[in-house]
C-alpha cells in the first residue's frame, strides 16, 4: 500500500538529501541512458560505464571497464561496488553495439580504474 504526504516547497528543501533517491529512465528513448553509470550484459561480455552518447546503433562509454567475473552476482547490482574477486579490466572509451545488449542495471558505485 502506498501513502502519500505532502509537504511546501520550504519543508522539501530542508529535507531532500535524506530521502531515498528516486530515479526512472524512459526506456522507449535510449538518450536517457546519456549521462547514466550502467552495468551491461552482451550476448558474449558484461562491462560498466558511463554512457556518454549514442552513435547510430553504439552507446559510447566513459570510464568503462571489461567485467570477468563479478563476483556473487546479487549482491555486486545490490550493493553497487566491485567485491574482492571481480576480475575486471579498465579499458578506458569504450562502444557497446546496442542491439548485442541483453540487459542493463543502473550503476551508483564508482567507476574503477584498477585492475583486479
Not at 530542508?14 to 531515498?20: A, E, G, R, S
Not at 562509454?61 to 546479487?74: E, H, P, Q, V, Y
Amino acid at each position: 500500500m502506498s501513502k502519500t504526504i505532502e509537504v511546501s516547497n520550504a519543508t522539501y528543501e530542508l529535507i531532500k538529501d535524506q530521502l531515498p533517491e528516486q530515479e526512472s529512465t524512459d526506456v522507449s528513448n535510449l538518450e536517457d541512458f546519456i549521462g547514466k553509470k550502467v552495468f551491461i550484459r552482451t550476448v558474449t561480455y558484461h562491462c560498466l560505464g558511463e554512457v556518454t552518447k549514442k552513435v547510430g546503433g553504439l552507446f559510447e562509454l566513459k570510464n568503462a571497464s571489461w567485467i570477468a567475473d563479478t563476483g556473487r552476482f546479487m549482491q555486486f547490482i545490490k550493493n553497487n561496488e566491485l567485491s574482492a574477486t571481480a576480475e575486471v579490466e579498465p579499458v578506458g572509451k569504450m562502444w557497446v553495439n546496442i542491439s548485442a545488449i541483453v540487459d542493463m542495471f543502473p550503476w551508483k558505485g564508482a567507476l574503477t580504474k584498477d585492475q583486479k
